[in-house]
């Protein structure tokens, strides 16, 4: 059983341009979260989508969007790279609705991010 | 405003030691709390997942605490291992159980054979 897979790996823009990055999230799961994690600190949300819809966002700004696919896998996309968007983009995978707790699909299962640097 | 604070310096501890991690919160009301650990250029992985009104939840050789009084959950490796070497991270959920995280900034762990 596959658990979530992102590509690509590594990436390397200049500032201004644009990136999109892929994520499949764990067999069973219906939800993608997206996390940005700058060196040294902890994962950032940058927002939640389920049923092809955002359904939750976090404190980034609108050159930040994405789209999750009727297969579940989803993609976000950032424009206007700046240099402060280099950090390790992480995905998440989990089941909607309220945590109960008792099992692991409660919880979210994360991909190997892709490094994204910006020169 | 919110803010989740894990001990900043890394913690070096001898094999077979227990280690205990330290999860700080504030202006937060967390139904949930959960701890994951972090690998280098790895993602996190979870461990364990404490609701605010359990005490104290095991796991193996770890265990964590949950005091909503004082704001605080304390993670513990007993036996410790160099293989438990890593970053332990904490996590809020800032939605209910709709899985918005809010993470600490995490605390290196390094076991010394």
């Known amino acids: 059983d596959a658990g979530v897979t992102q590509s690509p790996t590594h990436l390397i823009k200049t500032r201004g341009q644009q990136v999109t990055l892929r994520c499949s999230p764990k067999s069973g799961h219906d939800t993608v979260s997206w996390y940005q994690q700058a060196l040294g600190q902890g994962p950032q949300f940058i927002f939640q989508?389920?049923?092809?819809?955002?359904?939750q966002r976090g404190n980034f700004p609108d050159r930040f969007s994405g789209h999750q696919f009727p297969n579940y896998s989803s993609e976000l996309n950032v424009n206007a790279l700046l240099l402060g968007d280099s950090a390790l983009y992480l995905c998440?995978?989990?089941?909607?609705?309220?945590?109960?707790?008792?099992?692991?699909?409660?919880?979210?299962?994360f991909g190997p991010g892709t490094r994204l640097t910006v020169l | 405003s919110q803010k989740i604070e894990q001990n900043s310096e890394a913690l070096n501890i001898q094999e077979g030691k227990t280690a205990t991690l330290t999860c700080n919160y504030t202006?937060?009301?967390?139904?949930?709390l959960q701890w994951y650990r972090q690998d280098p250029g790895r993602g996190p992985v979870f461990l364990l997942l404490i609701r605010e009104n359990e005490k104290e939840k095991r796991k193996e050789r770890l265990k964590v605490t949950f005091d909503t009084t004082l704001k605080q959950s304390l993670f513990h490796i007993t036996a410790s291992q160099p293989a438990d070497s890593a970053t332990y991270l904490c996590a809020l959920d800032d939605s209910g159980g709709y899985n918005k995280l809010i993470f600490g900034a995490g605390t290196r762990l390094a076991v010394h054979p």
């Open positions: 202006n937060y009301s967390p139904a949930y």
């Open positions: 998440a995978s989990s089941l909607f609705g309220v945590t109960s707790g008792i099992t692991s699909t409660d919880t979210q299962y």
């Open positions: 989508y389920y049923e092809e819809e955002e359904r």
